[in-house]
C-alpha cells in the first residue's frame, strides 16, 4: 500500500457533480467537501460532521452538557481527522491484503453469538430489538465491520510478524545469554555531606572536607 505516496489535503478541494441541464454543461452542483486526499480514498466534511455529532453524543450520554461535549469536540477536531484518515488507511490494507471474507465471517459470527444470548431464532428478531433501543442494524454493523477490520490488519500485519511469535522456552533462552543487559549492579548515590564542627579541631575539619569532593563527589555541608 502506497502509505509514503498518501497526500494530505486538509480543508482544500470540493466534489463536483455535472448536472445535464439543458444548454448549462457547465452547470456543477457540490456534492461534498473533501477535507484529506488518502491514496485513492477521501475524508469527506459530511464524514467529519457525522464523526463529530457521534462524540458529541456519546459525551452527553456520560453526563456531558451538549454545549460542553460540542466545545470538547470541536477542540479535539484536528485529532479526529488524523484518526479518520488512519481509519482510511487500515480499511485500505484490508483491501490490499484481501481481508473483506474474513471480516464477514467474524461479523456473522458475532451477530449469531448475540443471537445466542439474548434467545433470538432470527437476525430479523434481533433488528426489532436493536431498533427498540433506537439502534439502527445498518450502522451497528458498519461500525463493527470498520472495528474487525481494523483489528485484522493490526494481527496480521502487525502482531502476527516474526518478533511478536517468540516462545516461552525462546525468551528464557535469549534472557539466560543476555542477562547483563537485565541487571545493574548495585550503586549508592550521596547527596549531601554533613560535617560537625563541635569538640573538633577546625583545621582538621576543613581539611577532612576538602578531601572529601575528590571521593565522593557532592560538597559537604560545614556545621558549626
Do not use: C
Not at 494530505?8 to 441541464?21: D, I, Q, S
Not at 477535507?35 to 450520554?61: F, H, M, P, Y
Not at 461479523?107 to 433506537?134: C, G, H, P, V
Amino acid at each position: 500500500m502506497r502509505y509514503l505516496a498518501t497526500t494530505f489535503m486538509l480543508a482544500v478541494g470540493l466534489m463536483f457533480v455535472t448536472l445535464p441541464a439543458f444548454g448549462q454543461e457547465n452547470e456543477v452542483k457540490v456534492v461534498d467537501e473533501v477535507v484529506a486526499v488518502v491514496n485513492d480514498g477521501v475524508i469527506t466534511l459530511s464524514g467529519v460532521k457525522r464523526e463529530v455529532k457521534e462524540q458529541v453524543g456519546e459525551l452527553v450520554k456520560e453526563g456531558k452538557k451538549p454545549e460542553e461535549a460540542q466545545k470538547m469536540v470541536d477542540e479535539k477536531q484536528g485529532e479526529l481527522i488524523a484518526n479518520l484518515i488512519n481509519e482510511e488507511l487500515l480499511l485500505q490494507k484490508a483491501k490490499e491484503l484481501g481481508l473483506e471474507k474474513d471480516v464477514e465471517a467474524s461479523l456473522n459470527s458475532r451477530m449469531l453469538d448475540i443471537m445466542k444470548q439474548q434467545n433470538f431464532k432470527t437476525l430479523d428478531q434481533l433488528y426489532e430489538a436493536m431498533r427498540k433501543e433506537n439502534l439502527d442494524p445498518d450502522d451497528i454493523k458498519e461500525l463493527w465491520r470498520k472495528q474487525a477490520t481494523k483489528d485484522e490488519v493490526i494481527r496480521r500485519d502487525v502482531q502476527a510478524k516474526v518478533y511478536w511469535q517468540a516462545t516461552p522456552t525462546e525468551v528464557k533462552a535469549y534472557f539466560d545469554a543476555h542477562k547483563d543487559k537485565f541487571t545493574k549492579p548495585e550503586t549508592v548515590t550521596l547527596s549531601d555531606l554533613f560535617l560537625n564542627f563541635a569538640g573538633r579541631d577546625p583545621e582538621a575539619v576543613k581539611a577532612k572536607a576538602n578531601d572529601l569532593p575528590s571521593r565522593h563527589g557532592p560538597a559537604p555541608i560545614l556545621r558549626s
